[in-house]
């Protein structure tokens, strides 16, 4: 299998090609490893350079599950104490030790990276406060300390992430050791900013996960409305504010996965205004209210967190998304080949409509689109899985 071991074929670090996005989900909760999102990164070789690649893991640490588990990338061993004064001063430090890994062939130099599973010190007055302070914390460290950067921070969740090819990154991080009932994964690094450890995917904050396939042209004023409610958008990236953004509009705002797609990719102003009422309404409102979040250009996500897998696209597919169920498991990739590799019997598979959003749920029986199937007055078009 020649892709296996391609190179780049222009002798050219700086090659950007297309991104691979993969993820799946086991909606019942079974615990799987990751081979099937490291055969179908190595399916979608081509699309990546060689400057970046990740994983997501859900479920993952059941044994320290009730606390945080921050991953943390440092230049050097005074980064990495300077770290560890910080964490143990605001919190409670129930176990430290090096993320494991093996040192690959042509990898170059790599960070120290460890990980810290902790618990704030005194109860906070209610979750959403508690996780509210959990983000303070991580933007003060990734913006204040110049040799330290936290990579990951959710709970029973980690991301593992690094500069080189998915394969590399897998065995670098020992990815095939690891166990969890929902993946994702990204092959190749930021459109705009150089491949370093930090800036590969995918992006999170708490147990947010984000991968990206393309590029946001509004960035500026995705930034901007994201930083006057309190987010530090440091990485110079477009992907970091979609991370920021499903915070925002469904941890903090309380909105739907559905509603927060008509926020992200939402209708043009013509197609609302040709809506029937309500719906036509409160499209308005969500444009009036989070237009600055609206995100222009082309791209496709996965966005991830505990007990939930969203996909999709801008409005008008400038960047493929494809979706598959078998039986409790859904997928969700950038080729159709990718999930044919990783589930040979799948049993259904569909390209999702621009701007349409596919949701699996931890605990919800995935069940195939219907083609022209009604959509409710209020609700906004959904394929749920």
């Known amino acids: 299998m020649a892709w296996a071991n391609c190179e780049n074929r222009y002798n050219d670090e700086r090659v950007s090609s297309a991104c691979g996005l993969f993820g799946f989900m086991d909606t019942t909760g079974k615990r799987h490893d990751g081979s099937r999102a490291i055969l179908a990164l190595q399916a979608m070789k081509e699309r990546g350079n060689g400057l970046g690649a990740g994983f997501a893991v859900y479920g993952l640490y059941p044994d320290w599950a009730e606390y945080y588990a921050f991953h943390v990338m440092c230049r050097d061993e005074a980064d990495r104490l300077e770290v560890e004064e910080y964490l143990r001063r605001y919190f409670r430090i129930a176990h430290a030790e090096p993320i494991p890994h093996t040192p690959v062939k042509g990898m170059g130099e790599t960070p120290i990276l460890w990980r810290y599973f902790v618990a704030l010190e005194g109860a906070a007055e209610e979750a959403q406060a508690e996780e509210d302070i959990i983000v303070q914390h991580v933007m003060r460290i990734n913006s204040q300390m110049d040799g330290a950067f936290v990579f990951s921070s959710g709970k029973d969740m980690g991301i593992f992430k690094g500069v080189g090819h998915p394969d590399q990154i897998a065995e670098f991080y020992r990815m095939d050791t690891y166990q969890g009932y929902l993946w994702t994964a990204?092959?190749?690094?930021?459109?705009?900013?150089?491949?370093?450890?930090?800036?590969?995917?995918?992006?999170?904050?708490?147990?947010?996960?984000?991968?990206?396939?393309?590029?946001?042209?509004?960035?500026?004023?995705?930034?901007?409305?994201?930083?006057?409610?309190?987010?530090?958008?440091?990485m110079r990236t477009d992907t970091e504010v979609v991370a920021y953004a499903a915070d925002l509009i469904m941890r903090r705002h309380g909105l739907s996965p559905e509603w927060a797609a008509a926020v992200l990719a939402s209708p043009l102003w013509n197609e609302i205004e040709a809506m029937p009422e309500p719906q036509r309404g409160i499209y308005r409102a969500i444009r009036q209210t989070y237009g600055p979040l609206l995100l222009n250009g082309p791209f496709t996500v996965i966005i991830a967190r505990t007990g939930q897998m969203i996909g999709l696209g801008d409005r008008i597919r400038l960047r493929p998304l494809v979706a598959g169920i078998k039986g409790s498991m859904v997928y969700i990739s950038s080729e159709l080949s990718a999930i044919h590799l990783a589930e040979p019997a799948i049993e259904h598979t569909w390209t999702p409509l621009g701007g349409e959003a596919v949701v699996a749920h931890l605990g919800v029986a995935p069940e195939p689109p219907s083609v022209g199937c009604a959509v409710s007055e209020v609700a906004p078009e959904v394929r749920y899985a």
């Open 186 to 234: 990204h092959n190749r690094f930021p459109t705009n900013t150089p491949g370093w450890w930090g800036g590969a995917h995918p992006f999170g904050l708490l147990d947010w996960s984000v991968v990206h396939n393309g590029e946001i042209s509004s960035y500026g004023i995705n930034r901007r409305f994201l930083e006057m409610h309190g987010y530090l958008c440091t």
